[in-house]
Nanobody, 113 residues
Framework: QVELVESGGGLVQPGGSLRLSCAASGNMFSIYPMAWYRQAPGKQRELVAAISAGGTTNYADSVKGRFTISRDNAKNTVYLQMNSLKPEDTAVYYC???????WGQGTQVTVSS
C-alpha cells in the first residue's frame, strides 16, 4: 500500500493549462509504474496517461499532444501537465500506482468559461 496525494486541480478556462502533482510515500517510488486516470460524472474511470519506471509514456488518444506525464524520482512525485484544456477534460483526476494498485483521493479539474 502506497499513499498517494494529488494536488493542483482547479477551475480553468478552455484552452488553459493546469499541472497536477501526485506525491507518493515510501522509498520504492522509483520502481513503481505510475498513471493518471480520470472520471467524469456518470462515466467510467478511464486511463489518461501512464509512465513506466524507466520513463516510457503512453496516452489516451483524447489527450495525446496536449497532456504530458512525467516523474521526478528524487521527489517521489509524478506530474500531469495539461495544456489546451477542453470542457470534456472536466473530471476528477486520480493518481495510480500500478504495482500494488494504490489510488489517491482525486483532485477536481473543471474546464469552463
Amino acid at each position: 500500500q502506497v499513499e498517494l496525494v494529488e494536488s493542483g486541480g482547479g477551475l480553468v478556462q478552455p484552452g488553459g493549462s493546469l499541472r497536477l502533482s501526485c506525491a507518493a510515500s515510501g522509498n520504492m517510488f522509483s520502481i513503481y509504474p505510475m498513471a493518471w486516470y480520470r472520471q467524469a460524472p456518470g462515466k467510467q474511470r478511464e486511463l489518461v496517461a501512464a509512465i513506466s519506471a524507466g520513463g516510457t509514456t503512453n496516452y489516451a488518444d483524447s489527450v495525446k499532444g496536449r497532456f504530458t506525464i512525467s516523474r521526478d524520482n528524487a521527489k517521489n512525485t509524478v506530474y500531469l501537465q495539461m495544456n489546451s484544456l477542453k470542457p470534456e477534460d472536466t473530471a476528477v483526476y486520480y493518481c495510480n500506482e500500478r504495482l500494488f494498485n494504490s489510488w489517491g483521493q482525486g483532485t477536481q479539474v473543471t474546464v469552463s468559461s
